[in-house]
C-alpha cells in the first residue's frame, strides 16, 4: 500500500514538472525550461542508482558545449558541468560523513600522495594569489574535476566489462563530434585557416579538439587486438573508426597532437621493453640543458623572431616549414610568453601569482624582442606549456611535482604491465599510459588539464592505472577489494 502510494505521488509530481515547464516554456520561450523534467529524472536516477547516473554523466562530455552569458563575461558547459557540481556534493556529504570511504590502500599510492601534494600547492597559491577571486574559482574547478574523474572511478571499475563500457561510453559521442567537424570541415575545403570555424562550437579552439582525440586514439589502437575472434564486421567497424580519428587528427592541424601519438608509440614499446624509466629522465635532462645554454648571459636574445616575417600562414604546409625556420606566429608566441613567465616567476618563485592571473601580469615581463602580431592576446590565453604555466601560477614546488608526477605514472605503469598476467588488463595498462602521454606531448605546448574534456582522459587513466596497481599486487593472494559505498545509493 504505501509503495502504490509513493509510486503514484511520484507520478503525479513528473507529471506536474513537465507540464508547468510546457507552460512556462509557452509563455517565455526559454528553451532551458524544458530541461527541468530531464533535470527531475536524473536527480531520481542519482537517488536510485548512482553509478547508471555517472556513467550517463560520462557520455555527455564529448559533446558538452559551452553556452556564454551576459556578454560572453560568464559560461557554462552543458550538460557536463552540471553534472560535476552534482557529483563533488554528494562526494563531500559522504566522505565528510565517514572518511573511510576512501580505503587506506588508496591513501598510501605513491601517485595519490603526489596528486594531494599539488593540490594542498593549489590551496597555497590560491591563499596568496595576486587575484583571490578568480585563483578560488580555478579551485573549485580542480575540485570537482579531480572528484569526478580522480576519485570516483575507485568505486566504477570493478571489473573487465567497466572498463569496457567506459570506452563505448566515451567512443559514441566522440565519434559523432569527429565525424560533425569533419563534415563541417569538409565544405570548407578542409582549408587551415578554416579549422577554427569548423568547430562548431563543440570544442573551445582546434587544439582542444585535437587534444581529447588524440589522447584517445591509443584506446582504438590497442582495441585492434582485443577484437580478435570478434568478427570481420567488428573489425571492420574499428578500422573505420580508426581511420575517422586519424583524419580528425590531421585535419585539426594541430602538431602537438602529432607528436603525441608518436610519443606514445615509443612510450608503449618502452614499456613492453622495461625501458620507460630512462625517457622522461632523458627529456627532462634535455630540457634542463636548454636551459643552462640559453639561459646564461641571455643568449635566447639571438633567437628572437624578425618581427616583419613571423606571421600566420594559411598553408599547413608553409606553417610547418615556418616552425622550423622559427618563422611560425603561434611558435614564437609561445617563445615570447615562456620568456615573460620565467622572469615573472622570480619574483614569486614559492607561491607563484596565484591560478588564473598570468594574463594580467606577465606584459611587463616580457621581452618586446620577441613580440608577434598576436602579442596584445586579446583572447586571453596563457603560457601555452604547463610546466610553466605551474611555475608562474603555482610555484616551483607545483612545477616539480607535475614532473615527478609524470616519471612516476610511465614507471608505475612498466611494473603493472609486468605484474599482470591476463591478456585484457595488460593491453588496457598500455593503452590508459599511451593516453596519458599524448596528453603530456600536448600539454608541453599548452596547458589543457583543467579543461573538462581533456581532465576526463587524463585523470580517469591515472586512476585505471592505480586500481589495475592494486589488482596486479593481490592477483596472486586474492581478488581485489574495492570499497563499498552503498550510502551513496
Not at 580555478?138 to 575507485?154: D, G, H
Not at 566515451?170 to 577554427?196: E, R, S, W, Y
Not at 594559411?314 to 610547418?320: L, Y
Not at 611587463?364 to 611555475?391: C, D, W
Amino acid at each position: 500500500m504505501l509503495t502504490t502510494i509513493k509510486n503514484n505521488l511520484f507520478n503525479i509530481a513528473a507529471f506536474s514538472l513537465l507540464l508547468a515547464s510546457i507552460i512556462i516554456f509557452a509563455w517565455t520561450g526559454s528553451y532551458f525550461v524544458l530541461a527541468a523534467p530531464i533535470v527531475f529524472l536524473y536527480m531520481v536516477l542519482l537517488g536510485v542508482n548512482w553509478k547508471s547516473a555517472y556513467w550517463i554523466f560520462l557520455f555527455t562530455i564529448p559533446a558538452s558545449v559551452q553556452i556564454n552569458f551576459s556578454n560572453d563575461t560568464m559560461a557554462i558547459t552543458l550538460p557536463d558541468e552540471p553534472l560535476m557540481w552534482i557529483f563533488l556534493l554528494l562526494f563531500t556529504l559522504v566522505f565528510a560523513r565517514n572518511p573511510a570511504t576512501l580505503p587506506r590502500w588508496w591513501w598510501k599510492d605513491k601517485i595519490v600522495f603526489i596528486v594531494v601534494l599539488q593540490f594542498i600547492c593549489t590551496i597555497i597559491s590560491v591563499i596568496f594569489s595576486k587575484m583571490v577571486f578568480f585563483s578560488f574559482k580555478f579551485l573549485l574547478a580542480k575540485s570537482w574535476l579531480l572528484v569526478c574523474f580522480f576519485i570516483i572511478p575507485i568505486w566504477i571499475f570493478r571489473e573487465k566489462k567497466d572498463y569496457i563500457r567506459a570506452f563505448y561510453v566515451l567512443l559514441i559521442p566522440m565519434l559523432a563530434t569527429v565525424i560533425v567537424i569533419l563534415i563541417h570541415h569538409a565544405l570548407l575545403g578542409f582549408k587551415f585557416d578554416k579549422v577554427q570555424k569548423a568547430m562548431s562550437g563543440l570544442y573551445y579552439n582546434h587544439v582542444d579538439y585535437s587534444t581529447v582525440i588524440s589522447m584517445f586514439f591509443p584506446l582504438l589502437l590497442v582495441a585492434w587486438p582485443l577484437t580478435r575472434g570478434k568478427g570481420i564486421l567488428v573489425r571492420l567497424l574499428l578500422v573505420v573508426v580508426i581511420l575517422l580519428f586519424a583524419a580528425g587528427i590531421g585535419f585539426s592541424y594541430a602538431r602537438a597532437a602529432v607528436i603525441g601519438v608518436v610519443f606514445a608509440i615509443v612510450i608503449g614499446l618502452a614499456i613492453r621493453a622495461r625501458l620507460v624509466n630512462i625517457i622522461m629522465p632523458s627529456l627532462y635532462a634535455l630540457i634542463i640543458l636548454a636551459f643552462c645554454y640559453l639561459v646564461p648571459n641571455n643568449k635566447y636574445i639571438e633567437f628572437r623572431p624578425d618581427y616583419n616575417k613571423t606571421f600566420m600562414h594559411k598553408n599547413f604546409t608553409d606553417h610547418i616549414i615556418a616552425t622550423f625556420r622559427g618563422t611560425d606566429m603561434s611558435s614564437m608566441e609561445r617563445v615570447y610568453r615562456w620568456v615573460a613567465a620565467v622572469r615573472m616567476s622570480q619574483d614569486r618563485p614559492i607561491t607563484g601569482y596565484g591560478p588564473r592571473t598570468f594574463y594580467y601580469y606577465y606584459k611587463p615581463y616580457a621581452v618586446t624582442s620577441f613580440a608577434t602580431y598576436v602579442s596584445r592576446n586579446p583572447e586571453h590565453s596563457t603560457t601555452h606549456n604547463y610546466f610553466i604555466y605551474m611555475l608562474v601560477e603555482q610555484g616551483w614546488p607545483a612545477m616539480l611535482l607535475y614532473a615527478l608526477l609524470m616519471y612516476a605514472i610511465f614507471a608505475k605503469a612498466q611494473k603493472v604491465y609486468h605484474r599482470l598476467k591476463d591478456r585484457f588488463y595488460r593491453l588496457v595498462t598500455i593503452g590508459i599510459t599511451m593516453t596519458i602521454a599524448v596528453g603530456f606531448v600536448n600539454n608541453f605546448f599548452s596547458e589543457l588539464i583543467e579543461t573538462h574534456k581533456v581532465a576526463a582522459l587524463f585523470y580517469i587513466p591515472i586512476a585505471m592505472l592505480i586500481l589495475l596497481d592494486k589488482k596486479s599486487k593481490d592477483e596472486a593472494e586474492e581478488p581485489v577489494m574495492l570499497p563499498q559505498v552503498e550510502s551513496l545509493k
